[in-house]
């Protein structure tokens, strides 16, 4: 889903970005595609996580995204859902409002010659109301900001059997945002502050039995 421009972001104008307007591209990180650069359309409110959150993020998810399922509940410029595909997760999801940026996402995907992935065009709400024959065990949330979107998504995510037992949740939300609904069964393992934006990562334990991961460096704080 096309999200809000409210922090600098990790993309950069192409070498013809001059002859191309509204041009650009995304770094993956890491992984079997690590350097790689991909086009993404400058679209209206498009806000891909930067990059010096996204390597605290998969810093923390080191150990859990290969053979991963991966749910992208807000694909925007793939850039979460691509890095995970990059470190070997098994699948991802990977849900767009926007048809322009789906579309570009399928054409990234056939670049790195990656049939590990499905976009699909459509309301991520509407889809998450449906459930899931097959859990996920790692969920990006990444929504909009200032639209009510990610208590929504958590809501239905906890109710429509989305989740497998132990999966890793990663929420980016607006830093203003101090309350935020979250279930029993979520359990907060990390949250870091970046300028506007506020993220954490949470684990479901339907058993309400989960435990923090060990990474000092990135204990739950700020």
């Known amino acids: 889903?096309?999200?809000?421009?409210?922090?600098?972001?990790?993309?950069?104008?192409?070498?013809?970005?001059k002859n191309k307007p509204g041009s650009g591209q995304v770094r993956i990180?890491?992984?079997?595609?690590?350097?790689?650069?991909?086009?993404?359309?400058?679209?209206?409110?498009?806000?891909?996580t930067t990059d010096r959150v996204r390597e605290t993020l998969f810093n923390w998810l080191?150990?859990?995204?290969?053979?991963?399922?991966?749910?992208?509940?807000?694909?925007?410029?793939?850039?979460?859902?691509?890095?995970?595909?990059?470190?070997?997760?098994s699948f991802a999801k990977?849900?767009?409002?926007?048809r322009g940026a789906a579309m570009q996402l399928k054409e990234n995907l056939q670049t790195l010659k990656c049939d590990k992935a499905e976009v699909l065009n459509a309301d991520t709400l509407v889809v998450l109301q449906r459930g899931c024959e097959q859990g996920f065990d790692v969920v990006f949330i990444d929504p909009p900001?200032?639209?009510?979107?990610?208590e929504k998504t958590i809501q239905l995510l906890d109710t429509q059997a989305w989740l497998n037992d132990g999966a890793l949740i990663y929420v980016e939300i607006e830093s203003e945002l101090?309350?935020?609904?979250i279930p029993s069964s979520w359990h907060a393992l990390k949250e870091k502050n970046a300028g506007q934006v506020s993220y954490r990562l949470y684990q479901?334990?339907?058993?309400?039995?989960a435990e923090p991961i060990e990474d000092e460096s990135h204990a739950l704080a700020d």
């Open 1 to 17: 889903m096309v999200k809000n421009r409210t922090v600098k972001n990790n993309v950069t104008k192409s070498p013809t970005a």
């Open 29 to 48: 990180i890491a992984g079997q595609w690590r350097s790689r650069r991909l086009p993404i359309q400058d679209l209206e409110g498009l806000r891909p």
């Open 62 to 89: 080191a150990n859990d995204l290969v053979n991963a399922r991966v749910l992208d509940c807000f694909g925007g410029s793939g850039a979460l859902a691509l890095e995970a595909l990059s470190r070997y997760a």
């Open 94 to 98: 990977i849900i767009e409002l926007q």
């Open 145 to 150: 900001f200032r639209k009510g979107l990610a």
């Open 178 to 181: 101090t309350q935020l609904a």
């Open 204 to 209: 479901y334990q339907a058993d309400n039995t």
